[in-house]
């Protein structure tokens, strides 16, 4: 399991690029698939092997914590990644949101009143 390090609330580090090398090692750990879907990220055409379109992806976003390191990272085909990319912002914006009430930033919601319904006269409980 990959350890998210302890940052301020509003310290996220800026997200750093692969260099090919890193890139390969990469898709090497995940044997040329995609870990999501487990789709392969590599075809062959005429013989020839050649790689599909693919994102680079934290496991962890930054937005949550997480780091540039390469065991937080992993290569997923694009649907995937729009899919996780979808998926975390909301749970970073959950996260802006909470830490904006715990600051007292953002007023907490108050609950709706409900003025009460009218008893019907011929319920059972009323005889």
């Known amino acids: 399991m990959i350890e998210a390090p302890v940052l301020a ?5 800026q997200r750093k690029p692969l260099t090919p090398a890193e890139r390969r090692l990469i898709l090497e ?6 870990p999501a879907c487990k789709g392969p990220l590599r075809t062959k055409i005429d013989g020839q092997a050649l ?6 992806e934290h496991i962890i976003p930054l937005g949550l914590g997480g780091s540039n390191d390469l065991s937080n990272r992993e290569l997923r085909c694009v649907p995937c990644a729009r899919e996780k990319t979808r998926v975390d912002r909301k749970a970073i914006a959950k996260a802006a949101r909470i830490r904006r009430r715990l600051t ?4 907490r919601k108050q609950k709706i009143r409900s003025r009460g319904f009218p008893r019907d006269p011929l319920h059972w409980k009323n005889v």
């Open 29 to 34: 750990r995940q044997d040329h698939e995609c």
């Open 51 to 56: 790689l599909v379109p693919m994102i680079d």
């Open 104 to 107: 007292g930033m953002e007023p």
């Open 9 to 13: 609330p509003n310290e996220v580090t």
